[in-house]
Each structure stands twice: as structure tokens, then as C-alpha cells.
């Protein structure tokens, strides 16, 4: 089971809006609606930032939203700020039973 | 307030064996089941292993790359999961984070601050 894929980097203007792939396969993104997408500053731990493909925890920021189709899902952050620079990774449940849980590649977002 | 707090990590010898806790707090411990993720210095998260709750009669399942070599257990009494580490080799070696499954929910939506293992002789 191989990680899923990532873009290396993503950037963009402040305001403006980007979006990251995390293309899987149909075991795992394209099987179920349990992708879920971490935000890591440097030194920190993850954050949850969506669950089950679209959901925002209780105080994520409306900015954030995320979707799928077929084995790809995004995480699209919209009106890009400063502190939204940071590491980001997908995540999704397999049908295999080792993992069950497979981390994207990771992406890393420069606010230019 | 809702934390986790990892300990136990440190330098040990390939071959060597270390356990790694983690201490819950502010939430019901027993109801939830909880993974470890490791990252290795300037690399991606991977997903370590996972147990389930009593009522999902502590189920375990492992990553490839330790399966055989680790095993997650809980003690609800003291709100605590474990990661025993045996057989270490060097690859092992990296911050761990225990974290939360959601619950009704996938996703993992509690993070510890991670602690550090090294295996280096």
C-alpha cells in the first residue's frame, strides 16, 4: 500500500485561493468517504483540519473545505492568509487490512 | 480541556525494545479508540497502528513495517494507550504522536505533542 499522491508545493498570493490533490486509489479515496486532511506547522503537531471528505471540526475556519471525485480528493483554502503557511496532508481508510490508514506524500503551502 | 501527552521515547540500540504511553485527559478515554503515527526527521506522516474501544473488543491492526515488531495496548483505568517497540531498527526511528479517532466520525481529531525516538547505536 502506497502512500497517496501529493503535489510537493502549492503557493499563492494572500487572498487568493489554491488547491491541493490527493490522489489515491479505488482501495482507499475512491472506496470511501473517509478522507481526511491535517495541517502541520514546523515543530508542531497535525491538526485535523477536515474530516470524511467535507467536514469541518468545530472551529476550523470556514476557508477550508474539501471534496473528492473518483480516487482524487482536494483541500481548497480560499482568501489565502499568512498563518495558513504549513504542511498538509490527506489521509484516507483502506480495504486493506495492513495499513488501514495510509498519509499522503504532503504538500507544503508558501503564502508568497 | 481535551490532551494527550506521549512519553517514554529516547535513544536506544538497533535490536533494543522501548514502550512509549500516552495519557489522556479531558475526555472519555475508554470510548475511543486511538492510533500512533510516526514522522521521521523532514519526512511525511505514516500511520503505525490503531486499537478499538472494549465494546470493539480492543481490535488492533498494524502497519506493514512494524507489524510483528510493535503491539498498541490500553489501560482504561489509568486513561492510557502504549506502543511496545521491539526488535528496533534504525528506519524506526522518529517523533511519535498518539492521537483520537473520532468518534461516529474517521478522522483523528486529538494530537499529542509527540515524543522522540532514536535508534542509533
Known amino acids: 500500500q502506497s502512500a497517496l499522491t501529493q503535489p510537493a508545493s502549492v503557493s499563492g498570493s494572500p487572498g487568493q485561493s489554491i488547491t491541493i490533490s490527493c490522489t489515491g486509489t479505488s482501495s482507499d479515496v475512491g472506496g470511501y468517504n473517509y478522507v481526511s486532511w491535517y495541517q502541520q506547522h514546523p515543530g508542531k503537531a497535525p491538526k485535523l483540519m477536515i474530516y470524511e471528505v467535507s467536514n469541518r471540526p468545530s472551529g476550523v475556519s470556514n476557508r477550508f473545505s474539501g471534496s473528492k471525485s473518483g480516487n482524487t480528493a482536494s483541500l481548497t483554502i480560499s482568501g489565502l492568509q499568512a498563518e495558513d503557511e504549513a504542511d498538509y496532508y490527506c489521509s484516507s481508510y483502506t480495504s486493506s487490512s495492513t495499513p488501514l490508514y495510509v498519509f499522503g506524500t504532503g504538500t507544503k503551502v508558501t503564502v508568497l | 480541556e481535551v490532551q494527550l501527552v506521549e512519553s517514554g521515547g529516547g535513544l536506544v540500540q538497533p535490536g533494543g525494545s522501548l514502550k512509549l504511553s500516552c495519557a489522556a485527559s479531558g475526555f472519555t478515554f475508554s470510548g475511543s479508540a486511538m492510533h500512533w503515527v510516526r514522522q521521521a526527521s523532514g519526512k511525511g506522516l505514516e500511520w503505525v497502528g490503531r486499537?478499538?474501544?472494549?465494546?470493539?473488543?480492543?481490535?488492533?491492526a498494524y502497519a506493514a513495517s512494524v507489524k510483528g515488531r510493535f503491539t498498541i495496548s490500553r489501560d482504561d483505568s489509568k486513561n492510557t494507550a502504549y506502543l511496545q517497540m521491539n526488535s528496533l531498527k534504525t528506519e524506526d526511528t522518529a517523533v511519535y504522536y498518539c492521537?483520537?479517532?473520532?468518534?461516529?466520525?474517521?478522522?483523528?481529531?486529538?494530537w499529542g505533542q509527540g515524543t522522540t525516538v532514536t535508534v542509533s547505536s
Open positions: 492521537t483520537r479517532h473520532m468518534n461516529y466520525y474517521y478522522g483523528m481529531d486529538v
Open positions: 486499537i478499538r474501544s472494549k465494546a470493539n473488543s480492543y481490535a488492533t
